[in-house]
């Protein structure tokens, strides 16, 4: 049966890519995982494979054209279709896409591939509740994904729980499928509006942001001992996070170009350097955002860090201070985790996870020695930041925390 | 031909059959005037000129549209008013129609200067306050007797014995009996007189008045200032007895007739009559023929009207009671004309600078006009202020609810907790009187409600007859008194209807629009009667239309242990009480206590009869177990809510939106007709006030559409029980739609 093969969006959210030349004539046969042409996007140069065998009925797009992503680039056919069948297949508008496999990307870790969906058509009428309108707002559920049961088709209050239990369908990749029924003795936990949310957005995150991971091993001798002379005034509790906020602020002070976030149009480039901490609670992650680090003193950033650390525990925080900010550190070293890497916090760019410190054996010109070390892992988007910008942020962080007195000039 | 022809018999007698009360005409000799005392006459010599020249004021203020309403002129009237009060206590009562300045001004003048008036010095301090206060309600100002909200037609001050005029034409008349009996049975020889005019003397409520007066015996005038008109309408064409004095006789009530332009004979028949009422042998009427110089309304004659002619005003203009008094003490050389002429101009600057102090030029407007002073308005945001009483007088109270009481609780007949609670608050508090139909005959009147009650207090159970308008009247005017706290019973609810106006207009409504502090505490019991085959008429539940009237307050008990609690709370507010019982509940049985019926129920507080998470049922009364009957055979998990309290300010909407925001869908059970159901306001508040927490509208369950009629299938079929309740659940459960998603 004569098919379409369409453009796939090697990356989320790209728009076109160029077909820069095919390895199968027209008429050819090629076999499941056959390279069937090379395709170049902005960034990389991607070889389409084939998801099963086949036959190459005709190229619609010529070598070197660009093509937008989803048009139909060639019609691939069966043994024995005609070329009456391959015409049916070019006029018969939307036919069923053949989506693209999982192509290798050089240097990056994989990232999930999306097909773009067109938008499903919505109807002219919606029937809801009030209450499952105002919980859809909540949850930013796209109320057209769901089937009303009640009187006149209306969606109530039961069908978007089931909805929900059953994981969702449509454009979201789905969070769970439905678990399967628990024994008896399994206790069932029920959803927080809260744990919904850090399911949804880290999952989103972690699915259709490229994150590249980076890691440095740092000597922080010099850091704690600055902390302990600080500390030695009476009333002052600094801690070890608090200079690492200060660090980290430096280093974007001193690399501008990594303070930034993605957006669809643009990067954005911030003008103050705002940084979310990490603040485990009884209801589950939260990030709020502290503001303009450089133009705090440690102490004065000491106590704005406690104070949103103290009403984020309370539940007292307000929206605007979980948005914005570039970058997100999270510390787990006080669990004694040696090393960990941690999910970009969307629409951040970097997130820093920050492991325990620990005495350990270092070689420092050929000598031997014993020094405390702390492990940093740095996640990054790499549509927002490459690769050789964040080894340089990290550079510059590091030695700022290695020489911590360069944070005062 | 005569159908009777073939039984008429010519052989009978005849003979005149009488009244035993008096019917007679007084007039004034010459000898009353010469005995008459001078300071009476100067007294009412200054009292007349001073209602007239404050009446003029009025109408000035009218024709310049400074008077918002009505301004209904006394002017001419004046001698019946004034020579009726000048004989009264301070402790003797007034009240008044729509025209009324002149006998309140009367009252509050004696009131004020209760040794007479100087013609010298007329207006002092005291009487210049009057004025003011007087002016000031009547222009709808906030230092006015009832801070604005009375104005012409509602002028009360409590501490002159002036009880309040009443734009309802008789509606103060019943109140006006309730004031005398309590003047009565505290022990006093006070009087009350409720003056109207030849326009209410047809009408019911002052006609089941004398009825009921006469029958107790009540120190009640009924005075009726016939001015000929009303409106356009004349007495002749209004009646059939142009005599109006002579409805007395028919009710067994001594009557006067006497010239109301002779304040002197009004005067000396006020004083028999009062005689006659404090020396404990019952009501009067006294007619006076007076005559109001004006239209209606406003400052145009009657005759510019049509309907009467310029020479009859000039005639009565020739009998004006100002000049006749003058006159008459010239004669006695008691006064000289040109001190006669100083009383007036003594009046008349006193009302200038009195309107002067009201008022302003408008620069707003055309030259020379005047408009009211901006900073003597009240406050817009008074004006819901005062529809009830603050609830202080429950404070400090002991509240028990039957989940935690720890005393003794024994099984109880719903109809003795009833006679029970009454019996013990009747002990300990004096002032309770109960007053409905039969209440004091047949073991407990027609349901057992006041069994034993009539023999353990005598006198303080009072079986009326059948005059709703006026006994419940009777019991608003007691409450408003204060000395004694009445318990009407209204036998079926329908009968509110034929009291309506008592109901709503006077006994509703009294605290707010005069000014909102004075408290009316009465408790009105009455009880759904529909499933007994009594008909159209005798079945409906009354709690929707009550509803309505902000200054009520409802409560409905649905078992013994809440009906004690309640009925408690409701003898101690001071406000208004609609006490809601159903037949089907006297015979129910529930556990309450025996040795303390002391306790109260929480203010505002539902109870939660079953708790759920799938809907919340909103009911009362017998629906609430017809309710839980149709849980328990639909297996649906319902959350079902007594509300207890019904009425829009002591509804408890924590209870209820706890509820909601649990269920997200609402039942609202009732058993009555529809078009005076309860749930339609109920409802469309919490649309409002619920309305992200709805899954599905507000469902509800109610009767049909027609008052339930007698015949057992259609009276059934008519109203709500739990197979229709049962029903309202399906439905409900309809909307739940099908995604089969348990939590």
Redesign the interface.
């Known amino acids: 049966m004569a098919h379409l093969l369409l453009m796939p969006a090697i990356l989320a959210g790209a728009t076109e890519a160029v077909l820069l030349s095919w390895h199968v004539q027209p008429g050819g046969s090629f076999a499941e995982g056959d390279a069937l042409a090379e395709i170049e996007t902005d960034k990389a140069l991607v070889e389409l494979t084939a998801e099963e065998a086949g036959v190459l009925g005709r190229a619609v797009v010529l070598d070197g054209q660009r093509v937008a992503v989803g048009d139909p680039i060639a019609v691939l056919i069966a043994e024995g279709d005609t070329e009456a069948d391959i015409e049916t297949a070019l006029t018969a508008g939307a036919p069923e896409a053949t989506s693209a496999s999982e192509p290798s990307l050089d240097a990056a870790p994989p990232a999930a591939s999306d097909v773009p969906e067109l938008p499903a058509p919505s109807p002219s009428r919606l029937f809801v509740s009030p209450l499952v309108r105002k919980l859809a707002r909540e949850q930013e559920i796209d109320l057209t994904q769901l089937t009303g049961t009640g009187p006149g088709g209306r969606i109530v209050r039961r069908d978007l729980e089931a909805w929900v239990a059953a994981g969702g369908s449509g454009r979201r990749p789905a969070a769970a499928s439905t678990p399967p029924p628990a024994p008896a003795e399994v206790e069932e936990i029920p959803h927080t509006g809260m744990r919904r949310a850090i399911a949804r957005r880290l999952t989103e995150s972690k699915t259709t942001v490229p994150h590249f991971y980076m890691t440095a091993e740092l000597r922080v001798g010099r850091l704690l001992d600055l902390r302990a002379e600080v500390n030695a005034r009476p009333g002052t509790h600094v801690s070890v996070n608090d200079l690492l906020l200060k660090a980290a602020a430096a280093a974007f002070e001193r690399v501008p170009e990594a303070n930034v976030v993605w957006t669809d149009d643009a990067l954005r480039r911030f003008p103050t350097v705002d940084i979310a901490v990490a603040v485990a609670t009884d209801a589950g992650l939260v990030t709020p955002v502290v503001r303009d680090i450089g133009a705090q003193s440690l102490t004065r950033l000491s106590t704005s860090v406690r104070d949103l650390v103290d009403r984020a525990r309370a539940g007292r925080l307000h929206q605007h201070e979980l948005e914005g900010g570039a970058c997100s550190i999270s510390n787990l070293g006080m669990y004694g985790t040696r090393e960990f890497s941690a999910i970009l916090n969307p629409p951040q760019s970097s997130i820093l996870a920050i492991g325990a410190t620990r005495d350990t054996v270092v070689v420092d010109d050929g000598t031997i020695g014993t020094a405390q070390v702390m492990t940093v892992t740095m996640s990054v988007d790499h549509r927002a930041v490459d690769g050789a910008l964040a080894a340089q942020w990290l550079a510059e962080f590091g030695r700022i925390v290695e020489h911590p007195v360069s944070m005062l000039v | 031909m005569d159908p009777f022809q073939r039984y008429r018999v010519d052989m009978t007698t005849t003979s005149p059959l009488t009244s035993d009360a008096p019917w007679v005409e007084l007039r004034t000799t010459d000898e009353d005037w010469a005995q008459a005392d001078p300071v009476l006459l100067a007294t009412m010599l200054g009292q007349l000129h001073l209602i007239r020249a404050f009446e003029e004021t009025v109408l000035e203020l009218a024709g310049e549209g400074l008077v918002h309403g009505p301004a209904h002129s006394s002017i001419g009237q004046e001698g019946g008013a004034v020579g009726s009060v000048v004989g009264l206590r301070s402790t003797d009562g007034v009240n008044g129609s729509h025209r009324g300045h002149h006998q309140f001004l009367a009252k509050a003048l004696g009131h004020v200067a209760p040794d007479g008036l100087d013609l010298n010095a007329l207006v002092t301090p005291e009487i210049r306050t009057v004025l003011h206060r007087t002016l000031s309600e009547i222009l709808g100002l906030a230092g006015g007797f009832s801070n604005g909200r009375g104005g012409s037609m509602h002028l009360q001050w409590h501490e002159a014995g002036a009880l309040g005029t009443n734009a309802i034409v008789g509606g103060g008349v019943p109140l006006g009996a309730g004031h005398a009996w309590a003047q009565k049975h505290a022990g006093t020889d006070d009087v009350t007189l409720c003056y109207f005019g030849d326009g209410a003397v047809n009408i019911g409520s002052v006609l089941e008045t004398m009825n009921l007066a006469a029958a107790w015996d009540l120190p009640l005038c009924f005075f009726i200032e016939n001015n000929l008109y009303a409106v356009s309408t004349s007495v002749a064409e209004a009646t059939g007895e142009p005599r109006l004095s002579g409805r007395g006789p028919g009710f067994g009530i001594a009557s006067w007739r006497v010239d109301g332009m002779d304040p002197l004979a009004v005067h000396l028949a006020t004083t028999a009559a009062a005689e006659h009422m404090r020396g404990g042998r019952g009501p009067a009427v006294i007619e006076a023929e007076v005559y109001r110089y004006f239209h209606q309304n406003g400052s145009f004659p009657g005759s510019a009207f049509g309907y009467r002619t310029k020479d009859e005003e000039q005639a009565w203009r020739e009998r004006d009671p100002l000049d006749l008094v003058a006159r008459r003490m010239v004669e006695r050389g008691l006064i000289e004309d040109d001190a006669v002429v100083a009383v007036r101009s003594q009046a008349q600057a006193a009302m200038a600078l009195l309107a002067g102090e009201l008022t302003e030029p408008d620069t707003d407007g055309k030259a020379g006009t005047r408009r009211i002073r901006a900073e003597l308005w009240p406050d817009t945001s008074f004006a819901d202020v005062g529809i009830r009483g603050d609830l202080s007088e429950i404070a400090e109270v002991r509240i028990e609810e039957e989940a935690t009481f720890t005393g003794r609780l024994d099984t109880t007949r719903f109809i003795d907790a009833v006679a029970g609670v009454m019996d013990r608050r009747m002990e300990t508090d004096p002032r309770i009187v109960v007053l409905g139909e039969d209440v004091h005959r047949l073991k407990g009147g027609t349901n057992g409600a006041t069994k034993g009650l009539p023999e353990k207090y005598p006198g303080r159970i009072l079986g009326t007859p059948i005059s709703e308008n006026a006994f419940v009247g009777l019991g608003g005017g007691m409450a408003m008194d204060g000395r004694f706290r009445p318990v009407v019973e209204f036998m079926y609810p329908d009968f509110l209807w034929v009291a309506a106006d008592q109901v709503f207009n006077q006994i509703g409504k009294a605290r707010h629009m005069f000014g909102g502090t004075g408290a009316v505490p009465l408790v009105l019991r009455t009880k759904v009667a529909a499933g007994t085959g009594y008909g159209s008429q005798h079945s409906m539940d009354p709690a929707g239309i009550f509803a309505t009237a902000a200054g009520w307050r409802i409560v409905a008990p649905s078992t013994p242990f809440d009906y004690i609690g309640l009925m408690n709370t409701a003898l101690a507010l001071e406000d208004p009480v609609l006490v809601l019982e159903h037949v089907d509940l006297y015979g129910s049985t529930g556990t309450a206590p025996t040795d303390d019926l002391d306790y109260q129920l929480p203010f505002g507080r539902a109870a939660v009869r079953r708790e759920g998470r799938d809907v919340t049922v909103l009911t009362y009364l017998s629906m609430v177990q017809h309710s839980l009957e149709a849980v328990e055979q639909t297996g649906i998990d319902a959350e079902v809510i007594d509300l207890r309290w019904l009425d829009r300010a002591s509804l408890d909407w924590d209870t209820i939106g706890a509820s909601i925001r649990k269920t997200?869908a609402v039942l609202i059970v009732e058993q009555g007709a529809v078009g005076t159901s309860y749930g339609g306001w109920l409802g469309d508040e919490i649309s409002r006030r619920f309305?992200?927490?709805?899954?599905?509208p507000v469902a509800r369950v109610t009767g049909a559409e027609a008052s339930p009629t007698i015949s057992q299938r259609l009276e059934r079929a008519a109203i709500a029980k739990t197979d229709e309740v049962v029903d309202g659940l399906r439905r409900v459960q309809?909307?739940?739609?099908?995604?089969?998603?348990d939590?």
């Open positions: 997200n309305f992200d927490w709805l899954d599905q309809e909307g739940f739609g099908t995604s089969g998603v939590r």
